[in-house]
């Protein structure tokens, strides 16, 4: 290592940061991932166990409106998913670095 990567290993990115986007960061991450876990209980989830019963000689008539409900669903969960993960990396990439 040269001694340019070390000072930028020791900057302070909170100069560049304010720390009310940290609290932010922190909280949103939160929140998030919260908002995932509810998401995925009350969407894929019950769709997923009606279609574990369903056998294939006699599949309920709107199974691709199902089957299109679960995919937009589970587009939303993975986007939610993606906000949460970005967030958490950008709260920690915020936090005072010590030493």
Known sequence: MVARDIEVINAKPLTTFPRLLVFALNLHDKRLF???????ALGPVPIND???VWE???LPEDW???????DVQNAARVVL????FLALVLSFRTLPLHG
């Open 34 to 40: 919260l908002l995932v876990i509810i998401s995925t």
């Open 50 to 52: 009606q279609v574990k």
């Open 56 to 58: 294939l000689a006699h």
């Open 64 to 70: 691709k409106a199902k089957r299109r409900r679960w």
């Open 81 to 84: 998913i993606g906000l949460a």
